[in-house]
């Protein structure tokens, strides 16, 4: 069964920067989708970024966010900088176990952590 845990948010003032981190287990860093996404209350869950046989996508954030990997660690990352209060978000790491459409949508995926808060303030 896989298990995702997400940390690393918190709260921020606009321009700060945070690091998110999500811990797979039971589940092996291969080349299918590992992404991130956010949600809003009342709003669809969307794609932030994903990566794809080490291979980055970006949505909206290019420049500002960086998703990597610890193959190792069996870690993915979110490095967000310069941030801002329309960033002020849940933000859940997935993992697909199969190919399934693009990365950056959420029906690609088979496996969610349960969130972390990431709050902008100005």
């Known amino acids: 069964q896989v298990q995702l845990v997400e940390s690393g948010g918190g709260s921020v003032q606009a321009g700060g920067s945070l690091r998110l981190s999500c811990v797979a287990s039971?589940?092996?860093?291969?080349?299918?989708?590992m992404g991130w996404f956010r949600q809003d209350p009342g709003k669809e869950r969307e794609g932030v970024a994903a990566?794809?046989?080490?291979?980055p996508y970006y949505a909206g954030v290019k420049a500002r966010f960086t998703i990597s990997q610890d193959n190792s660690k069996n870690t993915l990352f979110l490095q967000m900088n310069s941030l801002t209060q329309e960033d002020t978000s849940i933000y859940y790491c997935?993992?697909?176990?199969?190919?399934?459409?693009?990365?950056?949508?959420?029906?690609?995926?088979?496996?969610w952590g349960q969130g972390t808060q990431v709050s902008v303030s100005s």
């Open positions: 039971g589940y092996t860093f291969s080349s299918y989708c």
């Open positions: 997935a993992v697909a176990s199969r190919y399934g459409g693009s990365c950056l949508q959420p029906e690609a995926y088979s496996a």
């Open positions: 990566i794809f046989g080490g291979t």
